[in-house]
C-alpha cells in the first residue's frame, strides 16, 4: 500500500530527486522513485548501514554517509563521506560558543549535568537521574530534557527539569560541564560542535539494531566518550559520573577528541550533491 501512496505522489510531483534519510518507511518511496526513473540519493547517519539503507542502496545513485570506515555492506562505488548535518541556528551558534551566556538558573562556577532524555527510548536514563538525584545534586546543578509523556514535575534543589531543551539547546551545552545522553547520531553531530565531555548510555541491542551501541564504541574507541552499556545500574551510573566530574582533565581530553570530529560543513556537501542532480 505505501508503495503504490508514494507513486502516486511521486508521480503528481515529479520532483528531480529523492532525498532518503534511511528508516523502514523510506524503502516504499524509493523504490516508487526508482520505478519512476526519479535519482536517489541516500543517506546513513550512523556508523554501520542500517537494513533500511542497504535495500535503497540498490536503488540510489549516491549514498552519503557518515564516515569513510564502516560501510563494507554498500556499494563503495556509490559511497560519498558526508558527515551528518547539524541545523544551521545551531552551527553559527556553536561557532560562537564562547560568547554565549551563562543559563540563567546556573551560579558563577556552578558545575552543569545536562541530560538529554526526552526520546521514546529515554525511560532508563530519566530512572537513573531521577532515582540519584540527590547523590549527584551534591555535585552539580542537574537540567534534565525529560520528555513531554514522562514530566513528573519535581521540584529539588540544583534541578530543573523540561520536556525539551529548545532555542536554549546552544547556551546550555555551551556551559555544560558533563552531559549524559543516548548515542543517536543526531544527537552525536551536534554534542561534538560544543566539544562536550560525554557520558554515553546508548539503546542497547534488545531495543534496536545496536546502532547507539555502535556509535558509542566508535567515540569510546577514539578517547571521545565514556560509555555505559546494558543494563546500567545506579552505582555504575552515579560512578561513573561523578568521576567525570571530578576529573577536569578528563573532561577536557574527552572534550577535545570530540570537538575534533565536529563536521561543520556537512550540510553543504548534501546540498552540494543534490544540486548536481
Same mark, same amino acid.
Given at each position: 500500500? /505505501?508503495?503504490?501512496?508514494?507513486?502516486?505522489?511521486?508521480?503528481?510531483?515529479?520532483?528531480?530527486?529523492?532525498?532518503? =534519510? #534511511?528508516?523502514?518507511?523510506?524503502?516504499?518511496?524509493? $523504490?516508487? /522513485?526508482?520505478?519512476?526513473?526519479?535519482?536517489?540519493?541516500?543517506?546513513?547517519?550512523?556508523?554501520?548501514?542500517?537494513?533500511?539503507?542497504?535495500?535503497?542502496?540498490?536503488?540510489?545513485?549516491?549514498?552519503?554517509?557518515?564516515?569513510?570506515?564502516?560501510?563494507g555492506s554498500l556499494p563503495a562505488s556509490k559511497l560519498f563521506v558526508s558527515g551528518n548535518p547539524v541545523r544551521r541556528a545551531l552551527v553559527e551558534q556553536?561557532?560562537?560558543?564562547?560568547?554565549?551566556?551563562?543559563?540563567?538558573?546556573?551560579h558563577e562556577g556552578e558545575p552543569l549535568v545536562v541530560v538529554l532524555g526526552g526520546s521514546s527510548g529515554s525511560e532508563q536514563i530519566n530512572t537513573l537521574?531521577?532515582?540519584?538525584?540527590?547523590?549527584?545534586? =551534591?555535585?552539580?546543578?542537574?537540567?534534565?530534557?525529560?520528555?513531554? @509523556?514522562?514530566?513528573?514535575?519535581?521540584?529539588?534543589?540544583?534541578?530543573? @527539569?523540561?520536556?525539551?531543551?529548545?532555542?536554549? $539547546?546552544?547556551?546550555?551545552?555551551?556551559?555544560?560541564?558533563?552531559?549524559?545522553?543516548?548515542?543517536?547520531?543526531?544527537? $552525536?553531530?551536534?554534542?561534538? $560542535?560544543?566539544?562536550?565531555?560525554?557520558?554515553?548510555?546508548?539503546?542497547?541491542?534488545?531495543?534496536?539494531?545496536?546502532?547507539?551501541?555502535?556509535?558509542?564504541?566508535?567515540?569510546?574507541?577514539?578517547?571521545?566518550?565514556?560509555?555505559?552499556?546494558?543494563?546500567?545500574?545506579?552505582?555504575?551510573?552515579?560512578?561513573?559520573?561523578?568521576?567525570?566530574?571530578?576529573?577536569?582533565?578528563?573532561?577536557? @581530553?574527552? #572534550?577535545?577528541?570530540?570537538? /575534533?570530529?565536529?563536521?561543520?560543513?556537512?550540510?553543504?556537501?548534501?546540498?552540494?550533491?543534490?544540486?548536481?542532480?
Open positions: 500500500l /505505501a508503495f503504490f501512496q508514494a507513486l502516486r505522489i511521486l508521480s503528481k510531483r515529479r520532483p528531480d530527486v529523492l532525498f532518503s =534519510k #534511511g528508516g523502514f518507511v523510506s524503502v516504499p518511496p524509493v $523504490l516508487a /522513485a526508482y520505478a519512476l526513473r526519479i535519482v536517489v540519493v541516500s543517506h546513513e547517519s550512523d556508523t554501520t548501514a542500517g537494513l533500511a539503507t542497504r535495500i535503497n542502496a540498490r536503488f540510489s545513485r549516491t549514498i552519503c554517509v557518515s564516515h569513510d570506515l564502516g560501510f556553536a561557532k560562537n560558543k564562547d560568547s554565549l551566556p551563562r543559563p540563567a538558573f546556573l537521574v531521577r532515582r540519584n538525584l540527590q547523590v549527584i545534586a =551534591k555535585k552539580a546543578f542537574i537540567y534534565h530534557q525529560c520528555g513531554q @509523556e514522562d514530566r513528573q514535575a519535581l521540584v529539588s534543589e540544583r534541578y530543573q @527539569e523540561v520536556a525539551f531543551i529548545k532555542d536554549e $539547546l546552544a547556551q546550555v551545552l555551551s556551559h555544560a560541564t558533563v552531559v549524559v545522553s543516548r548515542a543517536g547520531a543526531g544527537s $552525536l553531530a551536534e554534542l561534538a $560542535l560544543f566539544g562536550c565531555a560525554c557520558l554515553l548510555i546508548p539503546l542497547s541491542t534488545s531495543t534496536s539494531r545496536g546502532d547507539q551501541v555502535e556509535n558509542a564504541q566508535r567515540l569510546a574507541n577514539a578517547g571521545a566518550a565514556r560509555v555505559l552499556l546494558g543494563d546500567v545500574d545506579d552505582r555504575s551510573f552515579t560512578e561513573a559520573l561523578i568521576d567525570l566530574l571530578d576529573d577536569e582533565e578528563a573532561r577536557r @581530553e574527552l #572534550g577535545t577528541a570530540l570537538g /575534533a570530529g565536529a563536521d561543520w560543513e556537512s550540510a553543504k556537501r548534501i546540498a552540494h550533491v543534490l544540486m548536481q542532480i
